[in-house]
């Protein structure tokens, strides 16, 4: 359970609005350990292969999109999901290919759950204030509908160990992701707390 992994890319618009710092703090301080760090610009076909590693993806993004639609009581562009997700989907490759991103393994207990929790919700509008999505961006899956974009959300995080280790092995080599001791492990995981006092 200690070295459970989970993949985080921050986007290009993390980048430019120089965020990077802000953003990696809030997972450092949590206490999980960075165990591989780079600075990248992915290409339009490696966005393409992270967003069908799960093949359900297409169909569960685009029926998401379009109860999204329903929901605020507005006609969806198409009815079919695949063709909805499609549409997501080139945007995203545009979005995640523009420029550099920065791609990151935190491990710790629990680490995919802690991160989502931290990046909150997808759409900025509705994420949790407190949250990186919800403190420092402003769009909305409306705003980016009518402008034909991508939402510009900053951070990507794996949602779930299967989906984590598979983004994983698709963004960093065996040798990038590093084995180490982190002082900090002793106060969060020892049982005994033994070697504080002197
Ligand atoms: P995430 O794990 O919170 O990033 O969300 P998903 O895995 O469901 O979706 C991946 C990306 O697809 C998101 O970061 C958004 O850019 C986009 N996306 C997901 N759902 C929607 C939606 O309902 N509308 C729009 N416009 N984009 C979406
Ligand atoms: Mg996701």
């Known amino acids: 359970?200690?070295?459970?992994?989970?993949?985080?890319?921050?986007?290009?618009?993390?980048?430019?609005r120089s965020l990077v710092?802000?953003?990696?703090?809030r997972f450092e301080r949590s206490g999980l350990k960075i165990v591989a760090m780079k600075m990248i610009v992915p290409s339009g076909e490696m966005v393409r292969k992270h967003y069908s590693l799960d093949p359900e993806w297409m169909r569960k993004t685009g029926e998401k999109t379009i109860a999204g639609y329903i929901k605020k009581?507005?006609?969806p562009p198409t009815d079919d999901p695949i063709e909805s997700s499609t549409i997501v989907l080139n945007n995203l490759v545009k979005y995640m290919s523009c420029g550099p991103v920065v791609a990151l393994i935190l491990q710790g207990v629990h680490s995919v759950g802690i991160v989502r929790k931290?990046?909150?919700?997808t759409e900025p509008l509705t994420s949790d204030v407190g949250t990186i999505r919800g403190d420092y961006v402003l769009d909305s899956y409306q705003l980016s509908d009518i402008d034909g974009r991508a939402v510009r959300n900053l951070v990507h995080a794996s949602g779930?160990?299967?989906?984590?280790k598979n983004e994983i092995?698709?963004?960093?080599?065996?040798?990038?992701?590093?084995?180490?001791r982190h002082i900090q492990d002793e106060i969060l995981y020892?049982?005994?707390?033994?070697?504080?006092l002197e």
């Open 118 to 121: 931290l990046v909150g919700g």
């Open 21 to 25: 710092g802000e953003i990696i703090e």
């Open 1 to 16: 359970m200690k070295t459970e992994k989970t993949f985080v890319m921050i986007k290009p618009d993390g980048i430019q």
């Open 169 to 180: 092995n698709l963004w960093f080599k065996d040798h990038e992701v590093i084995k180490y």
């Open 73 to 75: 009581g507005l006609k």
């Open 160 to 164: 779930s160990v299967e989906e984590a």
């Open 190 to 196: 020892d049982a005994d707390l033994k070697g504080i």
